[in-house]
């Protein structure tokens, strides 16, 4: 989250709406608050939710949407999404030992969450993305 952001977000949590007298937002210490400032805060939050959340987030994993985003040229087996598998490996008093621990990604905002977690970057561009 932005600085920007994050400033709209408690703007937002620290004003209410007042019914008395003529209506409109006030903030904490009753102060009226200008209704364009909400207005700018709404649309800065709703922006960065947007830019977060795809409209295709919610789509099947594909063979076809894995490699345009840069995903390697293979045969992929997306009938249950993608199952990532994870190797972890711990020493122990024999030496080494593995493994396989599979992690199902089925959406496509499981694989960009968790490609953005791990700072792998994707080919997509914005317009590549389905939006709202």
Known sequence: MSDDELRAAKFLR????DCRGDGGYVDGRGQEVLL???DDAR???????LAEH???EHEPVTADWLRSVGGPDFEYRTTFGVVLTLLVVKTERDG???ATIPVPLPTRGH???LCAALGIHLTESDRDRKTY
Do not use: E, F, G, N
């Open 111 to 113: 694989v960009r969450r």
């Open 14 to 17: 620290s004003i209410r709406y």
């Open 36 to 38: 364009w400032d909400v």
């Open 54 to 56: 795809p409209a295709d």
């Open 43 to 49: 649309k800065t939050l709703a922006d960065a939710w």
């Open 96 to 98: 080494w030992h593995a």
